[in-house]
């Protein structure tokens, strides 16, 4: 019925190492899952180490940045929000999550 609660609001799988180990295979423990409400990034699992060192590596080393991020996928992703114009998913503080191996690869 239309107003009712029904206490579901927000469905989601729990992102964090074990899910992503059930989805991708292997330990959960070889996974970091991190995550960003506001400025503020939190570990969920593993550390942020691999996270930074990214970072480190910015625009100037595009194969030390390769190691950690999937340049592909991040590059489809881009072009997907701006075909659909979608400007709400490029504000540098929306939540967002992550997940990768805790060593590169």
């Not at 989601?12 to 506001?38: L, M, P, Q």
């Not at 400025?39 to 942020?48: E, H, L, Q, R, W």
């Not at 540098?92 to 590169?104: F, L, R």
Request: glycine share 10%; with cysteine; proline share 3%.
């Amino acid at each position: 019925h239309n107003g009712v609660y029904w206490g579901v609001y927000h469905v989601r799988e729990k992102f964090d190492a074990d899910h992503i180990s059930n989805y991708y295979g292997g330990s959960s423990s070889v996974y970091d899952a991190i995550g960003a409400t506001g400025s503020d990034i939190k570990v969920i699992d593993g550390t942020d180490t691999s996270y930074r060192t990214m970072l480190r590596f910015g625009s100037q080393n595009y194969a030390g940045t390769a190691r950690y991020l999937d340049i592909p996928n991040l590059v489809d992703h881009c072009l997907m929000c701006w075909w659909i114009d979608a400007s709400w998913d490029w504000h540098p503080y929306w939540n967002w999550q992550s997940a990768g191996y805790s060593q590169p690869g």
